[in-house]
């Protein structure tokens, strides 16, 4: 299982240090959660903290773009030094053109997936997908109440990347905690996003990284 801190949780008056920290807390990747006030109705950053934060660690930069315009601004995520970058299904710029411009640009390509928006549409794009981040809740803010039956759109892209027999990553983003994570990898996912429960964690996030894993 792959564990990806949310850093849009971070104290962003010490984000070089919190990338250093969460690497040393046992993060496998770090999740950017990118908001344009329009997709979503919150803001956060374009690429520059992901470019300002680059030589601070070695771990994976994910960048998970929730704006309506993902291709025009692709090529800021890509000189920032992000590895795998996913765009959402519903944004207005075409999905295939963004998968196949990431990965022409040799990295890895994802798609995002919001809880009223249904699996089947993922059908035709997932051969060119190295991801699936399937939303637990309505993105734009941490801390949000998981969204139950998120459960089974895992499974049922589970099934659909058997199918296809290829490899591709699900990643589970908003929501998850040691509550519903065993339930989440049961279905299908490999990759665990975390925001609140891990950089609000009382103990510390090395403490809820192993709580994540020893529940996952
Ligand atoms: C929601 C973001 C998530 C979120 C995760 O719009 O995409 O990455 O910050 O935070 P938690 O884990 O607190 O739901
Ligand atoms: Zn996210």
């Known amino acids: 299982m792959i564990v990806a801190p949310s850093m849009l949780v971070a104290d962003f008056a010490r984000l070089g240090e919190e990338v250093r920290a969460l690497e040393e807390a046992g993060a496998d990747w770090l999740h950017w959660d990118v908001m344009d006030g329009h997709f979503v109705p919150n803001l956060t950053h374009g690429a520059l903290p992901l470019r300002a934060c680059r030589d601070a660690s070695s771990l ?39 998968l196949e411009a990431v990965a022409d640009a040799d990295r890895r390509p994802a798609l995002a997936i919001n809880p009223d928006t249904s699996a089947e549409q993922l059908q035709p794009l997932l051969p060119l997908c190295d991801m699936i981040t ?41 929501g998850v905690g040691t509550g519903n994570i065993s339930r989440l990898v049961a279905a299908g996912a490999d990759v665990v996003v975390s925001g609140s429960f891990v950089l609000q964690h009382p103990e510390g996030y090395a403490t809820a990284i192993e709580q994540l894993r020893a529940c996952g």
């Open 60 to 98: 994976t930069f994910n960048a998970h773009l929730m704006i309506s315009e993902p291709l025009r601004y692709l090529d800021d995520f890509l000189q920032a030094g992000a590895d795998i970058i996913a765009a959402h299904i519903e944004a207005k710029d075409d999905a295939r053109e963004f």
């Open 134 to 174: 399937v939303m637990g809740v309505h993105p734009g803010f941490s801390g949000q109440e998981f969204i139950e039956n998120t459960v089974d759109k895992v499974a049922q892209v589970r099934s659909m990347i058997e199918d296809l027999g290829r490899e591709v990553y699900i990643q589970v983003d908003g």
